[in-house]
T-cell receptor
Framework: RKEVEQDPGPFNVPEGATVAFNCTYS??????FFWYRQDCRKEPKLLMS???SGNEDGRFTAQLNRASQYISLLIRDSKLSDSATYLC?????????????FGRGTQLTVWP | GAVVSQHPSRVICKSGTSVKIECRSL??????MFWYRQFPKKSLMLMAT?????????EQGVEKDKFLINHASLTLSTLTVTSAHPEDSSFYIC????????????FGPGTRLTVL
């Protein structure tokens, strides 16, 4: 079983739509959780960390459910510039030197 | 946010030659850096963990003699692809571990390697 599983996508939504991505992780000892964004032919960039209490950054809201080992990302009022691949990422503190485990990514296309 | 640089951004080389890629953390010290490879439309694949002052830890299936890693300082790790072949053509991305606030990683901009 993979460490991190994500919605396969792709998601194609109109501007202004609300879209949600889901992710599950297999290791209950996982400690840190992130959403990264990767544009085509570019490196991943940290979008936001995910905390147990949930956190919000502008139009982006991330939620963590430790009991269900489930992470989500909600994007409100989608913009064309939100088009990218969104990577769910988990850091298992017990793993070697902070290794990150990546989901395969969910592709989002926002159309005008 | 933290900045990680990578050089070169793009390289084209002949089969059989060696290529060195540098990864630098510009505003923080990184005892641990990671090297990834990404093929088109695929997820990042961890190749190895680079540890400052000690040997790198390679993932299963990654040849340590082909992908030489050196992490000589707290801000620099290098990956050398030796005797490159066309199947080594890929997007190589490094990341540096930042433990100052939340344990996370920042990625370099990547190096696109094409082996002819």
């Amino acid at each position: 079983r993979k460490e991190v599983e994500q919605d396969p996508g792709p998601f194609n939504v109109p501007e202004g739509a609300t879209v949600a991505f889901n992710c599950t992780y297999s290791n209950s000892a996982s400690q840190s959780f992130f959403w990264y964004r990767q544009d085509c032919r570019k490196e991943p960039k940290l979008l936001m960390s995910v905390y147990s209490s949930g956190n919000e950054d502008g139009r982006f809201t991330a939620q963590l459910n430790r009991a269900s080992q489930y992470i989500s990302l909600l994007i409100r009022d989608s913009k064309l510039s939100d088009s990218a691949t969104y990577l769910c990422v988990v850091n298992n503190r017990g793993s070697t030197l902070g290794r990150l485990y990546f989901g395969r990514g969910t592709q989002l296309t926002v159309w005008p | 946010g933290a900045v990680v640089s990578q050089h070169p951004s793009r390289v084209i080389c002949k089969s059989g030659t060696s290529v060195k890629i540098e990864c630098r953390s510009l505003d923080f010290q990184a005892t641990t850096m990671f090297w990834y490879r990404q093929f088109p439309k695929k997820s990042l694949m961890l190749m190895a963990t680079s540890n400052e002052g000690s040997k790198a830890t390679y993932e299963q299936g990654v040849e340590k003699d082909k992908f030489l890693i050196n992490h000589a300082s707290l801000t620099l790790s290098t990956l050398t692809v030796t005797s490159a072949h066309p199947e080594d053509s890929s997007f190589y991305i490094c990341s540096a571990r930042d433990t100052r606030v939340v344990d996370t990683q920042y990625f370099g901009p990547g190096t696109r390697l094409t082996v002819l």
